[in-house]
């Protein structure tokens, strides 16, 4: 995937509702995802890195980031565990060591179900993990429920607080 | 000659105070001064002729044949003793006597004959009894010289054996000769008796009767017919050897000289007897010396052979070695593992042996001997005569009476290294698999991610892309075309679930166990209400029992319960009144527990293939399933300890019967 439509999304986000980001590696994966968030009806825009390093220059306005800065925090991040270069934990490590984006809530969205990626997971500060269902209108409604929940019902602190 | 002068010569003899006698030729008394009368008076008589010597007859007709001279007689007159000059005057064919009193002389010559002939006999019964052997033979010499030298007629000996109270009694009679009495027991009269004469010295005994009863049990040494006893006190070295007992049958007191000598004679028969004494306790000691040398050399030598005969009997070898070096003392054990004969060590000096030198028991040996502390070592060793063995050598430097020695003690280890080469072996196998095993784990792991995560996208994919086909583009599709789509969804789904079942059971073997107290009943409830709630128009009747309390992990057991309930909700579906219970009951020193359903059962002829994974008794269009869930259950009752049972018939119910299991995984 190029970085092209990644940049186009970010142009656009400018004065509109947050952005969902969405760290995936999967193209089928990220489509269906996608796909899902469309059916829901959200209006957010969706920000997609496609690997750790991506999504971290992304947030940080860094690497290939860099002349445009950093962008405008997202309402959640959907992050995959495994993944290229930076594999999902570190990148949660990451976003939680630095109070840019210590606050940002992360889900964890994976194929896995194994206890120690979940553990792993909600030490490094997770909000929420969430198996994707291999049957699809399971995986939809997971991700339609987690749009819901997470840019309609959840209340997040003023976008100036967290920046510091 | 002067007529004057006449009565004044005559008055001569007259004056003279020793006797002056004159006789004639015939023996006739013819003259006899004033002192001769008045001595013969003194001694009690009347005759003058007493004071004629013996041979006067002869002195007589010596003077008839006219032979001139002096002769020098003694003669006793009572217990006078006189020393008479006799003249012979043939003149007047006379003797003329004239008497020099010499009796006290003759006394003291005469005492001074005895007290010689007693020290003669003192020295006699000294040297007598030093050369006698016994006691008795030393009583016998004295009594018998005493007898004749004290003048009595029996002289006895009493000897007391210090620290016993029996005496034994030696006589000798001057008639009847030399006796032993039996030995007898002292009575109390008698030890008090011996005390008063021990205090004493001596105790004399006169105008004795031997009938009288009254006399002490000793007494009866005395012969018979005793008047008189002398008592000494046989006392050397402030020791009573004895008493001696001198007697006689005349009522005749013991003379002083006598009694001295008495005493005298029985201090040298005490000593005599004291010696005798010391000589037999002596030869008493030295023969029991000698009886215990003899049997300490026996001991010695039983000590050594006993040393020998452990020395041979050890396993282990032992050898010793001087400061130089050379061996000095080696048993068999340790030629044998040396492969030597035992003359083939101990000519050894391990200074020149190569063996020693090339396993570093040399080192070992020096080390021992320059710190003069114990070595032990275990050594491969190929020794001088050829033996390849490994040896547990321990070097012990010790000093005995000044002269370092080396002591060795080598036990033959080959076998036990041999062991313990094969236990390393066996054990780096061990961990070898281990390690194979713990990469295998790991893999299983990897894969088991993989498979959870890596091969469900795609299913998603296959599911998901179906199905937005199936909304997006129904239009395009006819109904075989969207019934296609429909078996990739299922298809994919179905292999969704394979893969599910399939990490739980993988999961059953990688899983920590945490045991706990676990809650089957209520577990049970959980799953009913779960299941109610996902098919309500499924009708059937939960009947749980309460308090089926176990002990296990609370995971997997939630796990099994939910595979067997499952289980008996799906093949009790075409049941109109379904019933599916959970209880336990006793099976001996095990709690059963049991689910038990009222649908479709199975053949227990397929029983055996139940429990395996991927396994169906029943068609996929009848009863969907994975086949894996009882093959997890089993595993989870396998790590408890445990194990399951099915019992069922076709169209008759199943009930699977399972034991939790103790401490054992």
């Given amino acids: 995937m190029s970085k092209e439509p990644l940049q186009q999304n970010h142009a656009a986000l400018v004065k509109r509702p947050r952005a969902i980001l969405l760290v995936e590696d999967n193209p089928d994966d990220e489509e269906l995802t996608l796909m899902a968030l469309k059916d829901s009806r959200l209006l957010n825009p969706i920000v997609v890195a496609h690997d750790g390093v991506d999504a971290l220059d992304y947030l940080f306005g860094q690497g290939v980031y860099a002349t445009q800065g950093a962008a405008p925090l997202p309402a959640v991040i959907l992050l995959d565990l495994k993944l290229p270069r930076l594999s999902g934990l570190e990148v949660l490590e990451r976003l939680r060591a630095d109070p840019r984006t210590a606050l940002i809530p992360v889900v964890v969205l994976t194929s896995s179900s194994e206890e120690e990626d979940i553990l792993n997971s909600y030490r490094r500060g997770a909000n929420s993990f969430v198996r994707k269902p291999v049957i699809f209108d399971r995986f939809a409604d997971a991700v339609r429920q987690l749009g819901l929940y997470w840019l309609l019902l959840n209340e997040l602190p003023m976008d100036d607080a967290t920046r510091g | ?665």
Avoid at chain 2, 171 to 188: D, P, V
Avoid at chain 2, 465 to 492: P, W
Wanted: overall charge negative.
């Fill in chain 2, 1 to 665: 000659m002067d007529s004057d002068q006449a009565p004044r010569l005559a008055s001569f003899p007259e004056m003279n105070p020793n006797p002056v006698l004159e006789v004639d030729i015939n023996g006739k008394i013819i003259y006899a001064n004033p002192a001769a009368t008045a001595f013969l008076e003194g001694a009690g008589l009347s005759d003058p002729t007493a004071y004629l010597p013996g041979d006067i007859v002869e002195i007589l007709r010596r003077v008839a044949q006219g032979e001139r001279g002096v002769v020098l007689r003694e003669v006793a007159l009572g217990e006078r003793v006189f020393l008479e000059s006799i003249s012979l005057n043939p003149y007047y064919q006379t003797a003329r006597i004239y008497c020099a009193e010499i009796t006290q002389r003759k006394k003291a010559e005469l005492q001074l004959q005895q007290s010689l002939e007693r020290l003669r006999g003192l020295r006699m019964i000294s040297r007598a009894m030093l050369e006698a052997r016994s006691p008795a033979e030393i009583v016998r010499i004295g009594l018998e010289h005493l007898v004749n030298l004290a003048q009595c007629q029996q002289a006895a000996v009493l000897l007391v054996q210090s620290g016993s109270l029996t005496a034994q009694a030696h006589r000798y009679h001057a008639q009847q000769g030399f006796s032993s009495l039996a030995e007898f027991a002292l009575q109390t009269e008698d030890f008090e008796h011996l005390q008063v004469l021990s205090q004493d010295g001596m105790i004399l005994h006169e105008n004795i009767h031997l009938q009288d009863e009254t006399l002490a049990a000793h007494w009866m040494v005395w012969a018979e017919g005793t008047q008189t006893a002398l008592e000494l006190p046989l006392i050397a070295h402030g020791e009573l050897m004895g008493v001696l007992h001198l007697t006689k049958s005349e009522a005749d007191p013991f003379p002083a000289d006598a009694m001295e000598f008495a005493v005298e004679a029985a201090d040298h028969l005490a000593a005599a007897l004291y010696n005798a004494r010391l000589l037999e306790q002596a030869q008493h000691y030295a023969s029991g010396l000698e009886h215990s040398v003899a049997e300490r050399t026996r001991q010695l030598q039983d000590a050594l052979a006993f040393r020998q005969a452990i020395l041979e009997a050890a396993a282990i070898g032992i050898l010793v070695y001087d400061q130089d070096g050379q061996c000095l003392m080696a048993n068999q054990t340790a030629a044998n593992i040396v492969g030597a004969s035992l003359e083939q060590l101990l000519a050894q000096n391990y200074h020149q042996l190569d063996s020693w030198k090339r396993s570093s028991m040399y080192a070992a040996a020096l080390e021992a001997v320059r710190t003069f502390t114990i070595q032990e070592r275990d050594l491969h060793v190929i020794t001088t005569f050829g033996r390849d063995v490994w040896l547990r050598c321990r070097f012990s430097p010790f000093d005995s009476n000044g002269q370092f020695h080396l002591l060795l003690i080598i036990e033959d280890i080959t076998g036990q290294m041999q062991k313990q080469a094969e236990i390393e072996a066996l054990n780096q196998r061990l961990q070898a698999q281990a390690v194979r095993l713990e990469q295998a784990n790991q893999e299983l792991e990897a894969f088991s991610y993989s498979v959870s995560h890596d091969l469900r996208a795609p299913l998603r994919s296959l599911d998901g892309f179906s199905q937005a086909l199936l909304t997006r583009y129904a239009d395009q599709l006819d109904e075989q075309g969207r019934h296609y789509l429909e078996r990739i969804r299922v298809g994919a789904q179905r292999m969704g679930e394979l893969i599910n079942d399939l990490l739980d059971l993988s999961r059953v073997g990688r899983s920590e166990m945490r045991r706990q107290p676990v809650d089957l009943s209520a577990l049970a409830r959980q799953i009913a209400t779960e299941l109610q709630a996902s098919e309500p128009q499924h009708e059937a009747v939960f009947e749980i029992q309460d308090d089926l309390i176990v002990e296990g992990d609370a995971h997997l057991l939630g796990l099994a319960l939910t595979n067997l309930l499952e289980n008996a909700w799906k093949f009790s579906r075409s049941r109109r009144s379904a019933s599916i219970k959970i209880g336990k009951y006793q099976q001996g020193k095990e709690t059963v527990f049991f689910v038990q359903d009222n649908g479709v059962g199975f053949d227990m002829t397929y029983v055996n293939k139940l429990f395996s994974p991927f396994q169906r008794l029943h068609g996929m269009h009848e009863f969907p399933g994975t086949g894996i869930g009882l093959a997890t259950v089993k595993r989870i009752l396998q790590r408890h300890g445990g194990r399951i049972w099915a019992e069922a018939k076709p169209d008759q119910g199943a009930a699977f019967h399972f034991v939790i299991g103790g401490e054992n995984e």
